[in-house]
Structures are given as C-alpha cells and as structure tokens.
C-alpha cells in the first residue's frame, strides 16, 4: 500500500505540467485580495491561523472530515438496508450539510496558505484542493439531490465526494507530515544556556538587522541569531524564521517588529510573539546585555523544555548529602555490574544450540533481569537523576521500545529461526541503551556527588535483591513472562 501511495505523491511532485494551474490559481487568490489593501492583512491572519497559535487549516478541515464521514456512515447502513429509525436520512442530510459548511471555511484557509507554498509542495496543494474542491461540489450536488427527493443519487454523489476528500486528506497530510508545511521551522535549540559575547555593540546599527552564530555541541549545529538595535535597545530572535525557515537577519524592522523578507511574517522585536503571519509559531528568542561594549546573549527558555540550565544544576548540588550505609557503592557502579550481567546472558543465550532446552529458560531469566532493571531505573534512578541530566526522558522511551522488543522475542519459540535475528535486535538494542547511560547518563549522576550516589546505590541494591528474593515479585514476573510467551 505504501508503495503505490509514494508512487502517487511522488508523480504529483515531479509533474511540471501542474506548475502553470498551481500559479494561476495562487494569482486567481491574490486577485480577491489586493483590492483590500491593508484590510487584507488581518484577514489573512485570521485565515492562517496566527492568532491560535497553530494553523487554521487543518483545524477546519476537521469539520468536512468528521461530518461527510458520518454521513457516509448512515448512508451506508441506508443503502445496505439497515433498520434504522425515520429520522436517520435526516440526520445523514444534517452531517453532509454541516461538513459542507466547515468545508468552504477550510477551502478559505487553507487558500491563504496556498499561496506561501512553492515548487513541488505547490503541485502537491494544487492537487489536494482539486480534490477537496471536487469533493464539496458533489457534498452541494448531493444536498441539492437530496432536496429534490433524489436520495439514491444523491447518496451516490456525496460517496463519490467522500472518496475525493480522503484522497485530498492524504495529500494534505503529506504535506505536512512529509514536507513539513505548516511545521514550526524556527531553530529550538536552547544554546546557549549562559551569556556569550557575539559582537561589539559599535557594529550594530539602528534598525539594521546582523547575523551572528552560536554552537550548539549536542546537536554539533551552528544556530542563527538575528540581533537588532532598535531605539538603543540590542533585541535577538532566531534567525531562522518559524514559517518556513526564511533568513530573519535579511529582513527589517517595522513597527517593532522584525519582518521574514520571504512571506512577510513579522516578529515582535521584545518578544518574538508574532504581529503578522503566515507563521502562528513565536519566535525563539535570546536575552541580551553588554559588557565592556560587547553584545552577548543567552537563550530564553521555550516553556517546559527539557533543557537543563547550569544555575538549576548548581541548585541541586547544594542539596544537603545524605550519609550512605557503610560499604555502599555508587549507583552507577551497581547498575554496570547489573549492565554486565545481561550482556553475558545475552551472550550465552545467542552461544546455546536452538534446540538446547535450557535456552528456553535462560531467556526467561534474561526477560527477569531486563525487567528488574527497568523497574530499579525507573523507580530509583531516574527519577533522582532527572535533575542533573537531559537523557531521562528518552532513556525512559528506549526502556518502552526494550520492553517491546523482548515481548516479540518471549513470543518466538527458541528454536524458531526468526528468533535469532530478533534476539540479535533486542541485545542491539540493550546494549546501545546501556552503553548510551555509561557514557552519559552516569558521567551526569556524579554531579549529585558521590554520599548521594552511594546512597541510592544502596537503595538500588536492596531493590535489587528484594525483587529477585520476594516471591510475589517473583511470580508476578513470571506470570508477565508466560503471559508474553503465550503459554
Ligand atoms: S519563511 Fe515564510 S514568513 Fe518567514
Ligand atoms: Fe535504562
Ligand atoms: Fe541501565
């Protein structure tokens, strides 16, 4: 199925042929516009979306998604003969008319937005709203029908209709999830975390935006600042423009905001909130000061990101240390040793004959341990580590993806020849997540200092031994396992 919809989407990319249509009809568009002047401004804002907060478009094309469904529902059930009460073509008349309405507003934005996009993504959009269109004259064509008394064609028509949306839905997701349209483009990155002296302040001048760069180690990136003096103030927003990634620095200012020379999205200079459209998404935005006639800049934190910043970890390191149990390790050093011993039975499962009927039971005991791991990991820590470490979250999505995995492989039979290349995939897969918290992960743990991390290695240990001791714990586990094996 994947390939023939690729087939389709890449034909429609490549088909020059549709580059005349698609700018007629982005002109056609302008052509309602321009008359308005200025008026057009807040109209199309509203089209895009710039004062949700997201694109419109896709909001409203909820509607005719939603409501055309429904009524091709009941329609169905009418056409198959389903028992139904007297008011159900009613109610299937209702959905088509609501959709059709929620379908000429989506029709509205998602013009406005039409007319941003460019070479293939055109083509793509041109097509999307030929289909879409198609669909709503059949949706009108159908109610007049109906309307008529002519129920069986206009169930025909508006199914017929239904079919040209989904393929336009495709297309519309395409472009989205695909080629990133309507995607906030800005650069997210939060480096760089402290001041960092960029420019001297004499090479700045009023109103003329200048480009300068900070390194970002994780993401092994150069991003784009785009800094302004304005009204003897030095403001900086990220270069990249949230629309489409258009180039911040080669535009201007007007009326306290900074304007994307590529479709007019203008950004307020104090805040990176955004004045005009077609992007709905604020721009980054970087503190500034000056020392000793130097510009320098720091990120300003988007809200609830993951990034730590070096006073929070200052915090957590004046937290009162705790005494550890006499002869307690550091956490990390349990948990390594526990590393170890999953990868030697990893080792030894994948050494063992497939008929050997010890193996069976060997990845039982591998399935305990990995289990045991996770459950002391996320227990213990991290949740203690959180705060002086960025891996956590995707740590904690790795240990979904192992879980996953080792349910495939408890699912296969030892001697099954699928279940080597699997169990080859899941010891892969734990040792990446393992080595990936040796290096990093644990290097961060030692910030906490060394009583606090011999304390919880204490508390790890104790967990440890309790839930391969415990029989409940125990039979839980292998319930879990039989459970996963089928058996
Ligand atoms: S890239 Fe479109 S407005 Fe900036
Ligand atoms: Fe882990
Ligand atoms: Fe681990």
């Avoid at 309307?147 to 989205?176: D, F, K, N, P």
């Avoid at 990120?299 to 390191?317: S, T, Y």
């Avoid at 045991?372 to 959180?386: A, K, M, S």
């Avoid at 961060?444 to 508390?459: F, K, Q, T, Y």
Wanted: include cysteine; aromatic fraction near 4%; charged fraction near 25%.
């Amino acid at each position: 199925m994947s390939r023939i919809t690729e087939d389709w989407t890449a034909a429609i990319e490549a088909d020059a042929r549709l580059d005349r249509p698609a700018y007629d009809v982005s002109h056609a568009a302008s052509l309602v516009l321009h008359p308005m002047g200025r008026a057009a401004k807040p109209l199309q804002n509203a089209l895009h979306g710039t004062w949700l907060g997201h694109p419109l478009h896709p909001v409203l094309a909820t509607i005719p998604v939603g409501a055309w469904t429904l009524a091709f529902a009941i329609d169905s059930a009418e056409t198959l003969g389903v028992e139904a009460g007297p008011a159900t073509p009613r109610a299937a008349d209702i959905a088509l008319a609501a959709g059709t309405i929620g379908a000429v507003a989506a029709a509205a934005a998602g013009m406005a937005d039409y007319r941003q996009v460019h070479g293939r993504d055109r083509r793509t959009g041109l097509v999307h709203a030929a289909m879409n269109t198609t669909a709503l004259a059949l949706a009108a064509g159908s109610l007049l029908l109906r309307r008529q008394g002519r129920r069986g064609a206009g169930r025909a028509a508006s199914a017929a209709g239904w079919a040209a949306m989904m393929g336009g839905a495709y297309l519309g997701g395409h472009l989205v999830y695909r080629r990133g349209v309507g995607v906030d483009q800005a650069d997210r990155s939060p480096e760089p975390r402290g001041f960092q002296p960029v420019m001297p302040l004499e090479t700045l001048e009023e109103d003329r935006p200048r480009r300068v760069e900070v390194w970002d180690e994780a993401a092994r990136a150069s991003i784009g600042v785009a800094l302004v003096l304005h009204r003897g103030r030095v403001h900086a927003l990220g270069a990249r423009c949230s629309h489409m990634g258009g180039p911040l620095d080669e535009g201007w200012v007007q009326d306290g905001g900074l304007v994307c020379p590529w479709h007019g999205s203008r950004f307020c200079l104090e805040h990176g909130g955004i004045m005009d459209g077609p992007s709905t998404a604020p721009q980054p935005r970087y503190e500034t000061r000056i020392v000793q006639g130097v510009v320098e800049l720091r990120r300003v934190p988007d809200p609830g990101d993951e990034a730590l910043r070096p006073e929070e970890i200052a915090k957590e390191q004046q937290r009162p240390q705790p005494v550890p149990p006499p002869g307690a390790r550091p956490a990390d050093e349990v948990l390594f040793e526990h590393h170890e011993l999953m990868r030697r039975l990893f080792e030894r499962i994948a050494d063992m004959s497939p008929t050997d009927p010890e193996r069976r039971d060997l990845m039982r005991v591998l399935a305990g341990e990995l289990q045991i791991h996770e459950h002391v990991e996320d227990e213990i820590f991290y949740p203690e580590v959180r705060p002086v470490s960025e891996d956590v979250p995707a740590a904690h999505a790795e240990h979904q993806q192992l879980a996953d995995m080792l349910a495939v492989v408890l699912r296969l039979s030892p001697s099954d020849p699928e279940f080597e290349a699997q169990l080859r995939s899941l010891h892969e897969a734990v040792d990446h997540h393992a080595t990936a918290e040796e290096r990093s992960m644990f290097v961060d743990a030692r910030r906490l200092g060394d009583a606090r991390l011999r304390e919880m290695g204490a508390r790890i240990e104790a967990m440890l031994d309790e839930e391969r001791a415990s029989l409940a714990r125990r039979s839980w586990r292998d319930l879990k396992i039989r459970l996963l094996e089928g058996v």
